[in-house]
C-alpha cells in the first residue's frame, strides 16, 4: 500500500525562494566584516608583551632599530585617554631613548600603511625638557614633539597616528632626532594593513509577504 500526497508547485517555489534568501542574508552577514591586518607591533626598548590583559595588540621584543639605549621603569601607566587605539600598558614602560631609526621591512611597495606611534614619558615631570622630531620615509610628522605637553602628565599614554606609503624597497623608515632639548623617547611603534571590506552588516529583510497570482507564480514582496 502506498501513500501519495501532492504538494502544490507554488510552496515548493515559495519554500525555495525563502531558502535562498535565508542563505544569502546569513552568508552575507559572516562574510560582511572589517579587516586590519597588523602587519607588526614593535616594544621599543622592551620585552615582547600580550595583549591579553588589554591593549590594541600584542607586541614583539624591540626590533628593526638601529641607534639608541633602552630604558624602563615599574611605574603605573595611565591609558585611559589614549582610548582604543592605546598599547598594552607594559609597552609604555620600556623604552627606547636617543635619536633612533626604526625600519620596518617586508611591506608592498607603493601601498599605504597606518603608522601608530607609542609614547609615555617617563623621566622628566614639566614640559619643554623633552623636546624631539619624527619622520616617516623623510617627511616630518611631528616637530620639536614634547610627550608630557601632550599628554599633561608622565606615566600617561600618547599615540599619534598617520598613513605612510611603503617606499619602493618595501620599507617604512620612521627616524626620532633631536630637537631643541635632551632626547627622543619611543614606546611602541606599529605598521598595520589599511582596513578593507564592509564594515556594516545588512539587516535581514523584513515583511515578506507572498501572494499566488496563479498556481505556478508567487509574487514576493519585503521590506
Known amino acids: 500500500m502506498s501513500n501519495n500526497h501532492s504538494i502544490p508547485w507554488g510552496k515548493i517555489v515559495l519554500g525555495t525562494f525563502l531558502a535562498l534568501v535565508v542563505v544569502y542574508v546569513l552568508g552575507f552577514a559572516t562574510t560582511a566584516r572589517a579587516v586590519a591586518q597588523d602587519i607588526v607591533s614593535i616594544n621599543a626598548g622592551g620585552p615582547a608583551e600580550s595583549n591579553s590583559g588589554g591593549g590594541d595588540n600584542s607586541f ?31 609597552v609604555y614602560q620600556s623604552a627606547r631613548e636617543g635619536a633612533t631609526t626604526y625600519t620596518i621591512p617586508g611591506l608592498t611597495a607603493g601601498t599605504s600603511y597606518t603608522v601608530r606611534l607609542h609614547f609615555a614619558e617617563l623621566y622628566f615631570s614639566a614640559a619643554g625638557a623633552r623636546v624631539f622630531n619624527v619622520a616617516i620615509n623623510g617627511t616630518t610628522v611631528l616637530t620639536n614633539f614634547d610627550i608630557y605637553a601632550t599628554a599633561k602628565a608622565n606615566y600617561t599614554a600618547v599615540v599619534e597616528q598617520y598613513t605612510a606609503t611603503a617606499n619602493s624597497s618595501g620599507q617604512i623608515v620612521i627616524a626620532f632626532t633631536n630637537g631643541t632639548k635632551d632626547q627622543p623617547m619611543i614606546n611602541g611603534v606599529e605598521v598595520l594593513g589599511s582596513s578593507t571590506g564592509c564594515t556594516t552588516v545588512p539587516s535581514a529583510p523584513t515583511g515578506l509577504a507572498a501572494t499566488a497570482s496563479s498556481s505556478s507564480v508567487i509574487g514576493l514582496t519585503w521590506t
Open 60 to 90: 614583539v621584543a624591540d626590533e628593526d632599530y638601529v641607534g639608541g639605549t633602552t630604558y624602563a621603569v615599574t611605574n603605573t601607566i595611565s591609558t585611559t585617554a589614549a582610548g582604543a587605539s592605546a598599547a598594552p600598558a607594559a
